[in-house]
């Protein structure tokens, strides 16, 4: 036999299973930037100015808040002062126009209350009562024996008897010590408007 006419049986070759393939790599290497710029003086000089201008507004802002909030105290309590002493006015207006203090004022001028009246009538000039003179001694002593006391008038002098009180006592003076004592100074002259409370 000869190994010219002997066929080799076919070698059908066995697939080869693929080599399982790697993941790709997703880094890579990135151009070489650009260099960056410088950024602009002038820039950093606005935004600067612009917080420093930003604080200051508000610093004003909060000082202007502070002096107002001063004012409208100082004038709340000289309002508080105004009422105080309008109310002691009042009082005392009221206290000088009683019936008491008018009759004991009248009594120290020599005027009598009479028990029986006399009216003039206007529209013919007749006279309408008794018509006769008052006693010196009046019925009703006003001065001394007011059914009520009054304590607005305690210890004031008589507008016409400044020597006397309404109930008849002697009125008492200060001594003259007292008299000495300087008055409250008063406050400055509001030339130029009102004046602004000094804060530190």
Do not use: C, W
Not at 103 to 119: R, W
Not at 187 to 198: K, M
């Amino acid at each position: 036999m000869s190994l010219a006419n002997t066929a080799l049986p076919a070698v059908v070759p066995e697939p080869r299973p693929e080599p399982a393939r790697a993941p790709r790599r997703r880094l890579h290497a990135l151009p070489t930037p650009s260099p960056r710029r410088r950024p602009k003086l002038g820039y950093a000089v606005v935004a600067f100015a612009g917080a420093v201008a930003i604080a200051v507004a508000q610093m004003s802002l909060s000082v202007l808040t502070t002096q107002t909030s001063y004012e409208i105290a100082a004038l709340d309590q000289e309002r508080r002062t105004a009422t105080l002493q309008a109310q002691e006015l009042r009082d005392e207006v009221a206290g000088l126009s009683s019936p008491q203090y008018l009759a004991a004022n009248a009594a120290a001028l020599g005027m009598v209350i009479d028990a029986s009246p006399s009216f003039l009538r206007l529209s013919d000039g007749r006279i309408i009562g008794e018509g006769a003179a008052a006693g010196t001694a009046s019925t009703v002593d006003a001065a001394r024996r007011g059914a009520v006391a009054n304590a607005l008038l305690d210890k004031r002098p008589l507008t016409t008897d400044p020597d006397a009180t309404l109930d008849g006592k002697k009125a008492e003076k200060k001594p003259a010590a007292e008299k000495a004592e300087p008055e409250p100074a008063l406050p400055p002259a509001l030339t130029e408007g009102l004046p602004s409370p000094t804060t530190r």
